[in-house]
């Protein structure tokens, strides 16, 4: 990304934002026929440019369920490596479950977030075809849950904070995942987030796909993302089981409640950390600035706590959802 | 109507007599013949090909408790809190639910004595929306591992769901977290967690407090799995092996203990709860 105007030409642009997409193109051509020297083509690309910026902010400003279940999966969303790079220092990557295998669906290890010693634990979906295969797309098996939960441990027995960035669409659904205890691995995981005797800080940062997200997510605090999604199983999903149609994602993923904004009036998460205007995609150095903030202040909070009292703050926010 | 039955009809006397219909049921698995009231008698086990067909959880208290015990009430939990429809509004869903079954919500506890062993036991009744898991199973969880806790006793779980229930979208999902919460409490208490799997149990529920026991049973042939199988059939494109994700499958996988047959099952909790019960204090 040499520039502004580079980086926003490979933005790929999602179905709703189809007439920005047709302002930029607009602007990209009246850019390369313009040379500096024709101050009528200038002030219209500024005309236009003020236009999209415009029309950008308006459409994320109400954006459905649905649209923000696709920014939530954009192809160029940050991931847990490009927050690794951005806000996380000194990282040293931890492998493996000692058990069965090394699952890159699931990327943990120790690192420093803004001084604080930490364990950074997350999905990783890839960013290409190589590195979405390598990551499964970032559905993780048995043995990823089992290094989170060995990883886990390990920050509860050397006092480290453990720091969560959520975003898989599920875990994987597979017959080897199945023969080696994917439900149990996800049980066990949600366990050990319980079990922590030292602040848990979770984010959802793209999609929190059903159990594969909150067997990472069983937190202290959890926030979100302000267009990331979290759900108990995808739109698409809930739309061929309860419509008995894949054609009503839209609607399921408004019915279920899906959004940041949903989810923090109905108590599930904490706070939301804002997004640059037109999305974490459109610039990812700011998403990760705030996300680092965010998560800063929240350990910060809780390492006031003691061991015991984190944990029973951690079960009294679980208990409470569904009571009355 | 055929005009036998409206002849039958008009004569008060024979009205209500059985059908050849409610007579008569035909085996889910073999599809053998099976009288009714002798396959009831059998447990609901086929007797040609020991297929163990759905129970719900009046049976189930009959079957694996003590005469005496005693039905615990089903928690109040906010309902629709998301204002959920999808083809139908999710209270008309629980309405239709609720008159087709004796119990308001799909996890039903009790406490009474597994031969004279002490014990809450929870079912969870397919025939209630599936079994599915929201926010008054998640409640009847932990209120079912209190009155263990209360009463020193285990805490015994006989599942049967889909999974989450959809209709209370993240609320749904976040009672396997808060299930789990129990299960450590019933834990921290030095307290036994036995687990029945019975057919089926799967997604959410499975993978949170129906995977979490000291002691893991599964029912023969019980369907026990994370993911559906066409999900995963669409995944990997392959034909799925032979009897896959069935209790024998886990059990030679190594995520059960034991697949026992429903008659020893009240036997087989019973020796269990005698070894694993808290011993009295001197």
Sequence with gaps: ?324 | MSWLDKVRNSISSLAKRDTPDELWMKCASCGEMLFIKEFEANLSVCPKCEHHGRIGAKARFDLLLDTGYTVLPTPKVPENPLNFRDTKKYPDRLKAARATNPYPDALTNAYGAVNGAKAVLGVQDFKFMGGSMGMAVGEAFVAGVEKAIAENCAYVIVTAAGGARMQEGILSLMQMPKTTVATRRLAAAGLPYIVVLTDPTTGGVTASYAMLGDVQIAEPGALIGFAGQRVIQDTIREKLPDGFQRAEYLHAHGMVDMVVHRKDLKDTLATLLGYLARKEVA
């Design chain 1, 1 to 324: 990304m040499a520039d502004d105007t580079d980086w926003k030409i490979m933005i790929s642009f999602l179905d709703f934002e189809k007439p920005i997409a047709e302002l930029e193109a607009r602007i990209a051509e009246l850019r390369a026929t313009a040379d500096g020297s024709d101050l009528d083509i200038e002030s219209e690309i500024d005309k236009l440019a003020k236009k999209s910026a415009g029309m950008l902010e308006t459409t994320y400003a109400k954006l459905s369920p649905w649209q923000k279940t696709q920014v939530a999966r954009h192809p160029q969303r940050p991931h847990f490596v490009d927050y690794l790079r951005l806000i996380f220092t000194d990282f040293v990557a931890l492998a493996g479950d000692r058990t069965y295998g090394e699952d890159a669906a699931i990327i943990g290890g120790l690192a420093t977030l803004d001084g604080r010693k930490v364990m950074v634990i997350g999905h990783e979906k890839g960013h290409d075809t190589a590195t979405r295969i390598k990551h499964n797309f970032g559905m993780a098996k048995p043995e990823g849950y089992r290094k989170a939960i060995r990883l886990m441990e390990m920050a509860s027995k050397f006092g480290l904070p453990v720091v969560t960035l959520v975003d898989t669409a599920g875990a994987f659904p597979g017959v080897e995942a199945e023969e080696r205890g994917q439900s149990e691995a996800i049980a066990r995981s949600t366990e050990a987030c319980l079990a922590l005797g030292v602040p848990m800080v979770a984010v959802i940062v793209g999609e929190g796909g059903s159990g594969g997200a909150v067997a990472i997510a069983a937190a202290n605090t959890v926030l979100m993302l302000e267009h990331s999604v979290y759900s108990v199983i995808s739109p698409e999903g809930a739309s061929s089981i309860l419509w008995r149609t894949p054609d009503k994602a839209a609607d399921a993923a408004t019915a279920m409640k899906v959004t940041a904004q949903d989810l923090l009036g109905l108590k599930v998460i904490d706070g939301i950390v804002p997004e640059p205007i037109g999305g974490a995609h459109r610039d990812p150095t700011a998403t990760a600035r705030a996300l680092a903030d965010a998560v800063g202040r929240e350990l910060d909070a809780l390492g006031r706590l003691s061991g015991a009292d984190l944990i029973r703050q951690r079960e009294e926010r679980f208990l409470a959802i569904g009571s009355l």
